[in-house]
């Protein structure tokens, strides 16, 4: 069975300053991985998408992520905060069960910004 | 927008009232989701539609009914839901269910529903 562990509910960080959101995984195989944001009253947007290539991922507004299978870890980091950051994030691993993808959402991580 | 449609955005319905969420996409997907989130809980899925099939029931209540007439489109019917019901509904679209990290997931804005 796979899971998603997001260690920290909220993280709140000054404009300008790096960011860091820690996802770890479990997996029985080679998991997909991905962050997805959501802001206020909105469905979630994916940021970007680990699918077995390149370890480091770039996603969109200056969002990346590294796949590291030795730490089954998937963290997600920006290095200067801006204030349209501020959503809540969801890891989110991917595993095949019985022919469908199967996705498994993390409790998610609330990022604050402080001007 | 996202490509991903849902209406209405917001819905109250009392317990006895029998309602329907709609979501629609024109991405030339052909796999959709049902999503509940609640709370301080992580999403749940509920449905899973591949080419007009439901693949996937997890184990949701019978007053949930999904409903999928095409691959663009795809309902969900409510009938005498509990408080507890009350959450974020979101729908998700998807190349095809069995390859669906390739080319990703696109979800909707959801429907929030208060039962009362």
């Known amino acids: 069975a796979q899971s998603v562990t997001q260690l920290d509910s909220h993280v709140s960080v000054s404009e300008g300053t790096p960011v860091l959101l820690r996802c770890n995984y479990s997996?029985?195989?080679?998991?997909?991985l991905f962050w997805y944001v959501q802001h206020p009253n909105k469905g979630l947007q994916l940021l970007l998408k680990?699918?077995?290539?390149?370890?480091l991922v770039k996603g969109i507004n200056g969002f990346e992520a590294e796949f590291k299978k030795s730490e089954t870890s998937f963290h997600l980091t920006k290095p200067s905060a801006h204030m349209s950051d501020a959503a809540e994030y969801f890891c989110?691993?991917?595993?095949?069960?019985?022919?469908?993808?199967?996705?498994?959402f993390g409790t998610g991580t609330r990022l604050t910004i402080i001007p | 927008e996202t490509g991903v449609t849902q209406t209405p955005r917001h819905l109250v319905m009392g317990m006895t009232n029998k309602k329907s969420l709609k979501c629609e996409q024109h991405?030339?997907?052909?796999?959709m989701y049902w999503y509940k989130q609640s709370a301080k809980k992580p999403l749940e899925l509920m449905f899973v539609?591949?080419?007009?099939?439901?693949?996937e029931n997890n184990s949701v209540p019978s007053r949930f009914s999904p409903e999928c007439p095409n691959s663009s489109h795809l309902f969900l019917h409510l009938h005498t839901l509990q408080p507890e019901d009350s959450a974020l509904y979101l729908c998700?679209?998807?190349?095809?269910?069995?390859?669906?990290?390739?080319?990703?997931?696109?979800f909707g804005s959801g429907t929030r529903l208060t039962v009362v």
């Open positions: 991405l030339g997907h052909n796999a």
């Open positions: 680990y699918t077995s290539a390149a370890t």
């Open positions: 998700a679209s998807s190349q095809r269910a069995d390859r669906a990290s390739l080319n990703g997931y696109t």
């Open positions: 997996s029985s195989y080679s998991p997909s």
């Open positions: 539609y591949n080419f007009k099939e439901q693949t």
């Open positions: 989110v691993v991917s595993d095949r069960d019985f022919g469908n993808e199967k996705l498994t």
